[in-house]
């Protein structure tokens, strides 16, 4: 069984960092496509960042491009999103994601494993 264990989140002020972790169990990491989803309060899911099974290709939401950094440690079954630069609209619930399909620098499979989410909130 997959399992997806969210970490790091929290509260931080507008220009402030923060590093998400998500530590996987249950599969064989080095061969699944892993993302970043998140949802904010009264809004749909909407993708954030995707990164390929060995690290070579990444993907990014065009409002996070530039500030968020995925990145993964395959020896550690660790998906991280190093978040830079924070504004209040990245407010939100984050959700780890893999599944074993293919990232390509435009598009993300249909992700299959989800955690259950950590909280970011940014204050103004």
């Known amino acids: 069984q997959v399992q997806l264990i969210e970490s790091g989140g929290g509260l931080v002020q507008t220009g402030g960092s923060l590093r998400l972790s998500c530590a996987a169990s249950?599969?064989?990491?080095?061969?699944?496509?892993m993302g970043w989803f998140r949802q904010a309060p009264g809004k749909e899911r909407e993708f954030v960042a995707a990164?390929?099974?060995?690290?070579?290709?990444?993907h990014y939401a065009d409002s996070v491009k530039g500030r968020f950094t995925i990145s993964r440690d395959n020896a550690k079954n660790t998906v991280y999103l190093q978040m830079n630069s924070l504004k209040p609209e990245d407010t939100a619930v984050y959700y780890c994601?893999?599944?074993?399909?293919?990232?390509?620098?435009?598009?993300?499979?249909?992700?299959?494993?989800w955690g259950q989410g950590t909280q970011v909130t940014v204050s103004s």
């Open positions: 249950g599969l064989t990491f080095s061969s699944y496509a």
């Open positions: 994601a893999g599944d074993p399909g293919i990232v390509t620098t435009t598009g993300y499979p249909d992700f299959s494993s």
């Open positions: 990164i390929s099974w060995r690290g070579g290709i990444t």
